[in-house]
């Protein structure tokens, strides 16, 4: 039985993002609260790499115990865009972006924790963030932007359709909702609930649905799964905001431009991530961070004033 008052943080990551992974720990230590425990999902060539992370609130997993044995790594010498990639008879190859999404799901259904906090390695902590709020069975923040995807998001265009598909949902007009972010949270209930979903509609197991389809984010199953179920609904806040300062743009952010974006932070942000494809180097994060350390920290809340889920 999941340990129903826990909040567990998760971390999908792997040997390109071991820096920032490290800036992601660090900040952990120092500023979260009421969380059970931080677990790193790595593939199994990788758990070397992040063994030292191991402690007493953070363990390090292999993908290889939430996968199936028909799907496997690609020798490293097979890479495409010095990614990995896994393989199977069932499906074309998947790359990592995929599995990473895939452990997400099978962690947060398996895991014996009832709630779930996702943070990407990319994401870095720079204020406290109490975790106690959102600990079964307290409302949890479901990140949603009302006509978010756009037909000008292409990529996004198609993972709406996807989800849809996947889910036996009518696909909405664009633009539609957006349920991605960098904060997230998710229910162990509704995860099992989406999966059997996901598994009624397809007639596949859901890993073997996911790695046929390809074109999908694990955010928007999420999302639009709990949306279309009423009790599910009720047990989620909807929210405008992820607490995080997100960058997504591809060129590198300079000290200055760094220095900028936080200072932009309102009381509600404890969070900042610049997406690892920038490039951004995590020397100059952690100095910027720790420059804003002396500032005064306020209390975090996510929730949004009443009304929010009405729009």
């Known amino acids: 039985m999941p340990e129903q ?3 567990a943080l998760l971390t999908p990551t792997y040997a390109r993002d071991l820096s920032l992974c490290a800036l992601l720990c660090e900040s952990v230590d120092r500023h979260a609260r009421s969380f059970s425990k931080h677990y790193l ?3 199994d060539s990788d ?9 007493p609130q953070r363990t390090v997993l292999s993908a290889s115990q939430f996968l199936p044995g028909w799907l496997r790594p690609l020798p490293s010498i097979i890479r495409r865009q010095r990614r990995q990639h896994w393989w199977s008879l069932r499906a074309r190859p998947v790359s990592g972006w995929h599995i990473q999404q895939i452990l ?3 962690a947060a259904a398996t895991l014996a924790h009832s709630r779930f906090c996702i943070f990407d390695s990319d994401v870095v902590l720079f204020r406290d963030f109490d975790l106690a709020p959102y600990r079964f069975p307290e409302l949890l923040p479901l990140h949603r932007v009302p006509n978010g995807i756009t037909p000008g998001h292409v990529k996004h265009a198609r993972w709406i359709e996807t989800t849809h598909r996947m ?3 009518p696909t909405p007009s664009l633009p539609a909702t957006d349920f991605i972010g960098h904060i997230i949270f998710w229910d162990q209930l509704a995860i099992r609930g989406m999966i059997r979903k996901i598994e009624s509609t397809t007639g596949l197991g859901w890993i073997e649905a996911l790695c046929r389809t390809r074109e999908f984010s694990e955010y928007l199953l999420y999302g639009y799964f709990v949306q ?3 009790p599910l609904r009720a047990m989620h806040e909807p929210t405008l905001s992820t607490g995080c300062i997100s960058y997504w743009d591809q060129f590198k952010l300079d000290k200055a431009a760094l220095t900028r974006l936080l ?3 309102t009381a509600n942000d404890f969070a900042f991530s610049a997406a690892s494809f920038s490039e951004t180097s995590p020397a100059t994060i952690r100095e910027v961070i720790d420059d804003q350390r002396g500032q005064t920290r306020m209390p975090i809340q996510l929730r ?3 009304g929010l889920g009405a729009r």
Not at 47 to 55: K, V
């Open 5 to 7: 008052s826990s909040v």
């Open 41 to 43: 999902l790595v593939p």
């Open 47 to 55: 758990l070397a790499l992040f063994s030292h992370f191991e402690g």
């Open 104 to 106: 997400k799901i099978a």
């Open 167 to 169: 889910l036996g949902l």
């Open 228 to 230: 279309s179920e009423a």
């Open 263 to 265: 200072g932009a932070a």
């Open 304 to 306: 949004e004033p009443a």
